[in-house]
């Protein structure tokens, strides 16, 4: 294969290829064995670049080619492509106020009793006596005053390894769940009977405080 | 599964599907499904959407000699990684400098992110309605079966899967409640099938050297006289006691009984630990992102059933919690890490 048809391949994928130079490498495509292999390598390659940018947009040429190559017996990857009208109606959604967090949830379970402090050299005594030095039990007096609906959100947490309704229940529930999720649930947001808590202050105090712990 | 494609190059790009013998019904729908999850190789990007808020993942799930394993990156710039496989789960946090390290239990088979989607069996179809609706329907661009997995009371949610009609692989996955209320779905942008993949694509971009890693011990703590005494009497229909245990939790100066109840598709968690006197009691329902979670007080003791489950099956379950006659005291051991404590 000549470098020129390396860079047509590269070229359409990233649709900078003109009508009739596209129309003419798909019918080498067509024909050539080997270089849809390529095209598919470049395809992925293509999206590993692109992966972790923003939605890829839609070209159209680039799309036909992969499922053409998708569809190809015998290729080595097949692609399930998902038209991009689902992007723009999820974008506003998405948006960039998905900052994933390690949850309140899952820092308040490894906050030592002083704040702002380094989480395993402060872990309780009696924990890390039992521990190896890489390891660490969950430490029992993490926040002093702490309130039920923490105690809550950990009850969540311990439940979360058994249930996965929708996978990300597992670790991700305690996680990487979004920091207002985990706000929300250190308050209780939906509290459903009603019950008042009336050391708000406090407890969004230790959430705030939680969510902010940085290493050194 | 994957039927050999003849056709033109220009006639796959008209969707050529595979011929299919004959219809399949919605429980070969789900075999399909189940099968797809656990031989395919894939990887993708994938939306989960829970109320207005919506992340952005990319996944990579490696299927090896029957093991699963997947990599979940968040592509929020955080960087955040987890690694699952069969034995633990690793969270890579680079924004922190930190990785988390949980051991999985042996009797959990979550180790995907699909993984707890309903599988066919005649008890689930017992208590659930597996139907097919409609005909084929063109979703996220591909054309799909919609299988809705239906709860027969109200004990329980129900799922509806869009299932890419060539592969089976859920494009679209729905947690519902009865009146078809979506609770959290997760949404496929796209799905690359793979012959197979490099056990090197499983590693993390960051290796984690220099960060704080922070290993969290699921082993049951053995406290002597604490995993018996606690039963539910009433439980909803088809819910079973699955798992007893006694655990750290944290936050709590006692370990804290834990019984695990599940229908074979959902699961609630009993979580049974003695009043501490200085925490205010918690009470009645609360809502915690997809779960609820019921409390109550009872022999002084904070008893809370939690699960992904409608309130009235959390709230029967707590409400059936009893403490069995002849109990032995409870061992109040000071620290969750202590050694077993026999109880006089």
Redesign the interface.
């Known amino acids: 294969m000549t470098d020129t048809v390396k860079e047509q391949l590269s070229a359409c994928l990233d649709s900078q290829l003109r009508q009739d130079e596209l129309d003419l490498l ?1 019918k080498r ?2 024909k050539d064995r080997e270089l849809r292999r390529t095209l598919g390598r470049y395809a ?1 390659t293509g ?1 590993a670049l692109r ?2 940018g923003a ?1 890829r947009a839609s070209t159209g040429f680039a799309d ?1 080619v992969s ?2 190559v ?4 015998g290729s ?8 991009p ?3 723009r109606w ?1 974008r506003p ?2 948006g ?7 949850a309140t949830v ?1 820092v ?3 906050q030592p009793s002083a704040p702002e402090s ?3 050299a402060q872990a ?1 005594p ?2 890390s ?3 190896s030095n ?10 002093s ?15 979360s ?13 305690g ?4 920091e ?2 985990a706000a929300a ?1 250190a308050e ?6 009603q ?1 008042a ?1 009336p ?1 708000d202050a406090s407890r969004n105090a230790a959430g705030k405080s939680g969510a902010q ?3 050194p | 599964m ?1 039927r ?7 006639l ?2 008209l969707l ?1 599907l595979p011929a299919h013998a004959a219809e399949p019904d919605a429980k070969q729908w789900l075999e399909r499904m189940t099968r797809a999850l656990a031989e395919q190789n894939y990887e ?2 994938f ?3 829970r109320g ?5 993942m ?1 996944i990579i799930h490696r299927v090896d000699r029957g093991q699963v394993s997947e990599r ?5 710039g ?1 960087g ?1 990684e ?1 690694i ?1 496989n069969a034995s633990e ?1 690793i ?1 890579y ?1 680079p924004d ?3 990785v ?1 390290v ?1 051991k ?2 042996e ?2 088979d ?1 180790t ?6 309903p599988s066919y069996s005649e008890s689930l179809e017992t208590l659930y309605d597996i139907s097919k609706i409609g005909g084929v329907v063109k979703t ?3 054309k799909t079966q919609v299988v809705w997995v239906q709860p027969r009371d109200q004990y329980r ?1 129900g799922y509806r899967l869009w299932l ?1 009609q ?2 089976a ?1 859920p ?1 679209k ?1 729905q ?1 519902c409640d009865r009146q078809g209320r979506v609770i ?12 197979r993949i490099a056990a090197a694509d499983l590693k993390p971009a960051v290796s984690g050297e220099g ?8 082993q049951p703590v053995v406290v002597a006289g604490m995993t018996v005494g606690w039963s539910v009497i009433r439980l909803p229909a088809g819910f079973k006691l ?2 007893r245990r006694v ?7 006692t370990p ?1 009984r ?1 019984l ?1 109840f ?1 229908d074979g598709l ?2 609630v ?1 009993v ?1 049974i630990e003695p009043r501490d006197t ?16 019921y ?1 109550r007080d009872l022999d002084g003791h904070q008893v ?1 059933a ?3 489950v409608p ?1 009235a099956t959390v709230e029967a379950i707590a409400a059936g919690v009893m403490r069995d006659e002849g109990d032995e005291p409870p061992a109040d051991s ?5 050694p077993a404590v026999s109880p006089p």
């Open positions: 798909l495509v067509a992925l999206e992966g972790s939605v036909r499922a053409a998708a569809a190809e017996d080595p990857q097949r692609s399930v492509r998902i038209a009208s689902v992007m999820l959604a998405a960039f106020a998905v900052a994933a967090g390690v899952a308040l379970s490894l380094n989480i395993i309780p009696a924990a006596a039992s521990a890489d390891s660490y039990i969950v430490p029992a007096n993490t926040v005053n702490f309130v039920p609906a923490t105690r809550l959100t950990n009850y969540v947490v311990a439940h390894e058994y249930s996965s309704p929708l996978g990300l229940r597992t670790v991700l529930s996680v990487l769940s979004e207002d999720e649930a209780s947001a939906e509290d459903v009977s019950d808590f050391d712990v940085r290493q | 994957l050999r494609a003849t056709s033109s190059l220009f796959c790009c050529a993708g990007f939306f989960h959407v207005a808020r919506s992340e952005r990319r979940l990156v968040s592509l929020d955080s955040r987890i699952r789960v969270c946090l922190r400098r930190t988390l949980e999985r239990s009797r959990t979550a995907s992110l699909l993984g707890g989607l996220l661009g591909r949610y890419d060539e592969t692989l494009l996955s947690l959290e779905q997760i949404l496929f942008s796209e799905v690359n099938l793979r012959e960060y704080t890693w922070l290993r969290q011990t699921t699955t798992e655990q750290a939790i944290a936050g709590s100066n804290v834990h695990v599940s959902a699961t968690s979580f200085q925490a205010e009691p918690m009470h009645g329902l609360k809502r915690v992102g997809a779960a609820f979670a409390s809370t939690v699960g992904e309130a000071a620290t969750p890490a202590a």
